[in-house]
């Protein structure tokens, strides 16, 4: 059975290149497109679609505040297409920390690999929102305590590693914002284009306890700190002059991805070992399970987050039926194990 997607943009050009591309396969149908939400809103209640994609830029309503509606009215499954742009990522962070579940960046003639490539991505966007819980977390995201952990302190060398896909920004925020300043280094694997990873992380700085920076080649791994992968490089982990640090490169992609969850793991289980703590969280695909299981065999202690809370119950469930986590928690609950985790390390060294 196909998924049905609404398409929703002012522009006729974008709409007809976004009903071509998701066409291409034949498992996802386009039903219908709309020139602006007051005719998108119409079209959702006739035709009740499994997936939106939606426009910020919009006459008669901004697509934010659109999402915002519809999330509180009828949490449905909504892709962003964005402008690359820094007001483009301020909106496109906003939207996903309203409900949406995903977003691409709008082609562009400099548009990395092409349309092609484009296209690709954008029907993996579409599929995994078609799979996402949105009404699941749309009832719970009231829930979420902002109790912050008390202290996260753990032995020097001790290293924190996160990664995430589909559903990650909001998955990263929850574990951030309760995480003390006292803690180890943390680095974040997200997939994220080049162009959104610097308002992702100034974004996390602004209501963390944390300094959320944007990584960058050799730069020193500092506790308190949280290093984001930047987009479009690899983020490894490594030991120099007695000192961890932070390398990016752009080798070829890896679980399809690149930043990669699984080269970053790979390096910290090599880098730190047994005083790594590491979290996977939501996303579809397998990237992260391999890397997950070689910091679990090097001593490390690693947490799943439990389908329950997971937005795509993908890489959490690989790494978890792969043995690659040591327990499953849902998110709320995930800088709490990782804070005992070190406190327990701290305490055995």
């Known amino acids: ?85 820094t007001k483009g990522a301020s909106e496109t962070l906003l939207a996903l920390e309203l409900g949406a579940v995903d977003f691409v960046a709008k082609p562009s ?13 954008l029907r993996d ?32 060398g001790a290293l924190i590693a996160i990664g995430a896909s589909t559903g990650g920004v909001e998955a990263i925020r929850t574990v951030l914002t309760q995480m003390p300043a006292d803690c180890p280094p943390i680095v974040i694997a997200q997939h994220m284009p080049s162009g959104f990873t610097a308002r992702f992380a100034a974004r996390l700085d602004e209501l963390c306890a944390l300094t959320v920076v944007e990584a960058d080649d050799r730069m020193v791994l500092l506790p308190g700190h949280a290093y984001i992968a930047k987009g479009d490089y690899h983020l490894r982990v490594e030991r120099s002059s007695g000192q961890l640090k932070c390398r990016l490169a752009q080798d070829g992609l890896t679980s399809g991805h690149r930043p990669s969850v699984d080269i970053l793991f790979e390096s910290v289980a090599k880098a730190v070992g047994s005083l790594a703590v590491g979290a996977i969280l939501t996303g579809m695909g397998r990237d992260g399970a391999r890397g997950l299981k070689l910091m679990r065999d090097a001593g490390a ?19 978890f039926e792969e043995g690659a986590v040591m327990e499953q928690a849902p998110v709320e609950d995930i800088a709490g194990r990782l804070a005992n985790a070190l406190v327990r390390l701290k305490s055995a060294a």
């Not at 934010?64 to 909504?78: I, N």
């Not at 202290?151 to 020097?156: D, K, Q, R, V």
Request: hydrophobic residues 45%; proline residues 5%; aromatic residues 4%.
């Open 109 to 121: 003639a400099e548009f990395a690999g092409g349309i092609e490539a484009f296209g690709v991505g």
């Open 301 to 319: 202690y690693t947490v799943g987050q439990s389908k329950s809370s997971a937005l795509v119950y993908g890489m959490p469930r690989v790494a």
């Open 1 to 85: 059975m196909s998924i049905k997607v609404l398409v929703v943009d002012d522009s006729a050009l974008i709409r007809e290149v976004l009903t071509r591309m998701l066409s291409r396969d034949g498992d996802i149908e386009v039903v219908a497109t709309a020139t602006d939400p007051i005719d998108a809103r119409e079209k959702i209640k006739q035709l009740n679609p499994d997936v939106v994609t939606l426009d910020i830029e919009m006459p008669n309503m901004n697509g934010l505040q659109f999402l915002e509606k519809l999330m509180r009215l009828r949490p449905t499954p909504v892709v962003m297409v964005s402008t690359l742009t």
């Open 125 to 156: 966007k579409i599929r995994a929102a078609a799979k996402s819980d949105v009404r699941g977390r749309s009832a719970s995201r009231a829930d979420v305590p902002k109790m912050a952990v008390k202290t996260a302190a753990g032995p020097h």
